[in-house]
């Protein structure tokens, strides 16, 4: 993949170009880096041609969280709720530019993320109808009252295909919020496809961090 670099409101973003024109575009927050590993897994992979726009240096538990949770250890900070905020300045300009970039129109537009981007990519599915698809892999789906926010609110768009993972042994721990990290996916999982909509649903051996790369690119791949 070519890729260009550039900078809005100090987010970092790093666009791989498809080989061809008019191919989806998927967006994927990340926590640092500029996408590279996650490109490399996506190598190994069957997947088809598409745009993918990594965006880095984001204010992370700032930018990727809807509203504000404590600290959930005394070393780590608060979560702040700046996901709207966020989320207009990807809809605003980010997403502006990157289309002016890349060769023809984005035949579909996805979001992806880990963890906190993978909360975020949820979130914005009942914030706005700018995404067909959405992969959420060991997504923060612990965070407070996110499930019941999404059992009582609608989606502004309904999308064609929803990813969720989790690793085996992510809900394995004393923390009482992290600890219901399976049980509040697993129940969104159900609820999505009560509502008829497309969703692959997997577990993957390992706590939180293992494999990220591999685990965002299978989300990835299995949204396009």
Not at 203 to 224: T, Y
Request: glycine share 6%; hydrophobic share 35%; with cysteine.
């Amino acid at each position: 993949m070519n890729t260009e670099k550039f900078t809005i409101k100090n987010r970092s973003a790093t666009l791989y170009h498809a080989e061809a024109a008019d191919r989806p575009l998927i967006v994927l927050n990340i926590y640092s880096g500029d996408g590279s590993s996650v490109v490399d897994a996506l190598r190994t992979l069957d997947c088809p041609d598409f745009n993918l726009l990594c965006i880095g240096d984001l204010k992370w538990d700032h930018d990727m969280s809807p509203w504000y949770c404590p600290p959930l250890a005394e070393s780590e900070p608060p979560c702040t709720g700046g996901a709207d905020e966020y989320l207009k300045l990807l809809l605003s300009e980010i997403l502006p530019k990157t289309k002016d970039m890349i060769n023809g129109d984005p035949s579909l537009m996805g979001i992806a993320g880990y963890s906190l981007a993978g909360l975020f990519a949820l979130y914005s599915l009942y914030q706005c109808d700018a995404f067909e698809r959405v992969a959420s892999m060991s997504g923060s789906l612990w965070f407070p009252d996110f499930k019941e926010y999404c059992l009582e609110h609608e989606m502004k768009r309904r999308p064609d295909k929803i990813y969720l993972s989790l690793g085996d042994r992510e809900a394995r721990t004393r923390n009482r919020l992290l600890k219901t990290v399976q049980d509040n996916t697993e129940s969104i999982v159900k609820h999505y496809r009560e509502l008829g909509l497309d969703v692959t649903w997997e577990l993957n051996p390992g706590n939180h961090f293992k494999d990220a790369a591999l685990r965002s690119a299978k989300g990835i791949a299995a949204i396009l």
